[in-house]
């Protein structure tokens, strides 16, 4: 299993323009979330997504876009790139426990995100 | 809303015991995990506490207090490799969201 895999791992863009993040899971998780992580601020939550076809905002959702539209695949789109986005994307999936609870979230290796 | 503290960062030797610890205040409380992340590296999961007390795991142990809002981490015979930011993260209610503190940065020295 490759786990979960993240797509590209280092991208410079200039102010304005556009992309789209992938993050990939080969674990049947019904999970999955976006964070951004910036030096002294820990992990903060962009967007997630508790099954097929749903998204929910998170903490900071404003200037993102989100599509799940198979369970495995989780896209982050940044549709007007902004200085204030520079940061490292880590996306993570986990299971559902059923009961409230939830399994352990599993980490992708990261983007690395600068906009000049 | 949720509000998460643990300190920015400790210092301890190679060999000793350390104590990360975490408090948090929350509307709606599931349980508490602690993440390990290497600079440059993804968090991997330490530790769930679900219940009050202490789950011990190998070198690592965590506590859980539900009615102090209060965790830590124990990490027992310190190897440099231990050498990573630490990371809290409380569970809503519904199970579906974690809320991370900044992150505890141990550094160990020899």
């Known amino acids: 299993n490759a786990g979960v895999t993240q797509t590209p791992k280092f991208r410079v863009l200039k102010t304005g323009q556009s992309m789209t993040l992938l993050c990939a899971q080969d674990m049947n998780h019904e999970y999955m979330y976006w964070y951004r992580q910036d030096p002294g601020m820990g992990l903060r939550l962009i967007h997630y997504s508790v099954g097929e076809g749903t998204t929910a905002k998170g903490e900071v959702p404003d200037g993102y876009n989100v599509s799940r539209l198979k369970k495995q695949n989780f896209l982050l789109g940044l549709e007007s790139a902004a200085p204030s986005q520079t940061s490292v994307y880590f996306c993570a999936s986990s299971y559902f426990s059923g009961q409230g609870g939830q399994e352990t979230q599993y980490f992708g290796p990261g983007t690395r995100l600068l906009v000049l | ?110």
């Not at chain 2, 949720?2 to 599931?30: L, R």
């Not at chain 2, 409380?90 to 900044?102: E, H, I, R």
Request: proline share 3%; glycine share 10%.
């Open chain 2, 1 to 110: 809303g949720q509000n998460i503290d643990q300190p920015t960062e400790m210092t301890a030797t190679e060999g000793a015991i350390v104590q990360i610890n975490c408090t948090y205040q929350t509307s709606g409380f599931n349980g508490l995990f602690w993440y390990q992340q290497h600079a440059g590296e993804a968090p991997t999961f330490l530790s769930y506490n679900v219940l009050d007390g202490l789950e011990e795991k190998g070198r690592f142990s965590s506590f859980l207090s539900r009615s102090k809002g209060y965790s830590y981490l124990l990490l027992k015979e310190l190897q440099m490799k231990d050498s990573a930011s630490y990371l809290c993260a409380a569970l809503n209610n519904a199970g579906n969201m974690l809320t991370f503190g900044g992150g505890t940065r141990l550094m160990v020295k020899p």
